[in-house]
């Protein structure tokens, strides 16, 4: 019971992370109007699947 309890604790962190993070991220656009395209972010996840050093494509309006 304890080591699923403590599972759960442990997924529950993660999603609030990637919802604060997420979150955050929006903010950032409204403020900014930075953004990369689904396109954009699609070529970049084949190339790192390639290349797990690509780089992240650049942020523009």
Not at 16 to 25: C, G, H, L, P, V
Not at 35 to 41: A, G, L
Request: proline share 3%.
């Amino acid at each position: 019971m304890k080591k699923a309890i403590l599972e759960y604790v442990k997924r529950e962190k993660a999603r609030q992370n990637f919802i604060a993070a997420a979150e955050s991220s929006f903010e950032h656009y409204k403020e900014t109007g930075l953004h990369i395209t689904f396109d954009e972010f699609s070529q970049w996840v084949d190339k790192v699947q390639e290349n797990p050093q690509s780089a992240v494509p650049e942020c523009h309006l």
